[in-house]
């Protein structure tokens, strides 16, 4: 069976982090959201599947390449052009990506799956299918219930008794909500849903092919169902969701590594005298990281591979990126860590070399500055900024 997996958005909503990672290659525990979405897909049964690329396209195409590895077909449509020799993005929206492709030459011949990539699921995807065929619907979303008091966080979607859906609100308040179901970004289609998507120009899945859909009175179903679906859209949520994964608390995602004392997990060859430093779990350490003696770590906290974390430095329920040094003496709470900059876990982020604190937070590549500097300089605090 056939699939796509939406993968052309700039990830404005959970910047800095997408300045140079786009959103469907943001890791959970260094394995990227999207590879998720593939094993699901390939667990039932879509092993053909197109994904629109177009900001950073190259990371997703050089880590997935063919799917071969991933036990699944894939290809790539990109979304841009070439100006003075650098790609650039130019995204046709979702429902416009998807036109693009059948265009280009039909690929989409039957019942077909389409996913955003920027979620954890959990869902069972035969299922879905198989309801969606017995109603003889042309689109159905997959939708999940909230609490009411959340419904404002979401796009809501307002069905009737026999789950036809009637109308759509985008982030309603809470006393206006019609209902309490949710758009979760899922959706099954049959290839005459091209007949309604125009060609050759941007065009949204959301705000504007479902509401002709609904206008149009066509077969157009909402399909309530129980599973984990945990969205990564903004860096709040992605902070919320490393820690909830570290506390075991999302079940498709295991916290890699070897368990070298209880709740701690580290790659390979991690340098660290466990005697000198205080680590409470749970923590994960990647591959090649250094631990100085004096080091506090608190966890639900990540620490990536490469990673130095010199004397004194204490993190506390903070995720680390790849490659990262945090110098002597500095503390980090609620925190996220990535190249040049340091997010707050509400999405307020410090670019630590505009703030001319890059010897705080450099990359573990490049020498250190003069130890004698850093002890005049340790004991800072990124506590609140």
């Known amino acids: 069976m056939k699939a796509m997996i939406l993968a052309a958005g700039k990830g404005t ?3 800095p982090i997408t300045y140079t990672t786009p ?3 943001i890791p959970i525990l260094e394995k990227p959201v999207m590879e998720f979405l593939v094993e699901l897909l390939r667990r039932h049964g879509f092993t053909q599947i197109m994904v629109n690329v177009s900001h950073l396209a190259h990371q997703i195409e050089n880590y997935f390449r063919d799917g071969q590895r991933f036990g699944v077909e894939l290809a790539y449509s990109f979304e841009g052009r070439i100006v003075d020799g650098e790609l650039i993005g130019e995204a046709f929206g979702s429902a416009g990506g998807l036109r693009r492709i059948q265009d280009f030459n039909p690929f989409f011949d039957d019942t077909f799956v389409v996913l955003c990539g920027d979620a954890l699921i959990d869902l069972d995807l035969t299922a879905a299918v198989a309801w969606h065929r017995q109603q003889g619907a042309i689109a159905t979303v997959i939708t999940k219930s909230v609490a009411p008091h959340e419904v404002s966080s979401y796009g809501v979607v307002v069905t009737d008794a026999q ?3 009637r109308a759509f609100q985008e982030k309603p308040k809470v006393e206006e909500a019609l209902s309490n179901q949710i758009n979760t970004g899922i959706y099954i289609f049959e290839p005459a ?3 309604h998507i125009p060609p050759g120009q941007t065009y949204d899945i ?3 092919l479902f509401p002709k859909l609904v206008e149009l009175g066509l077969p157009f179903f909402a399909l309530d169902m129980e599973f984990s ?7 709040p949520d992605y902070w919320h969701t490393l820690q909830r994964v570290l506390l075991g608390e999302v079940p498709q995602v295991g916290i890699p590594g070897q368990e070298v004392r209880p709740g701690i997990h580290t790659g390979l060859n991690v ?3 466990w005697d000198q430093v205080d680590i409470q ?3 994960y350490i990647g591959g090649m990281t250094r631990i100085e003696p004096g080091v506090r770590i608190v966890g639900p906290a990540m620490i990536g591979p490469n990673c130095h974390l010199c004397y004194g430095a204490n993190v506390e329920r903070s995720v680390i990126f790849e490659y990262s040094r945090l110098g002597p003496g500095v503390r980090l709470v609620d925190k996220l860590v990535f190249g040049r900059y340091c997010v707050d876990k509400t999405g307020v982020s410090l670019d630590v070399q505009e703030a001319s604190l890059d010897w705080l937070i450099t990359d573990s590549r490049q020498p250190p500055i003069n130890p004698a500097e850093l002890l005049e300089l340790s004991e800072v605090s990124l506590l609140n900024f």
């Open 163 to 165: 789950k036809r859906i």
């Open 193 to 195: 849903i091209f007949e």
């Open 13 to 15: 909503r959970i910047r």
């Open 271 to 273: 340098a660290v005298d």
């Open 229 to 235: 679906w945990i969205d990564i859209g903004k860096v």
């Open 206 to 208: 959301g705000s504007q």
């Open 281 to 283: 779990g749970p923590v």
């Open 23 to 25: 959103k469907p290659m």
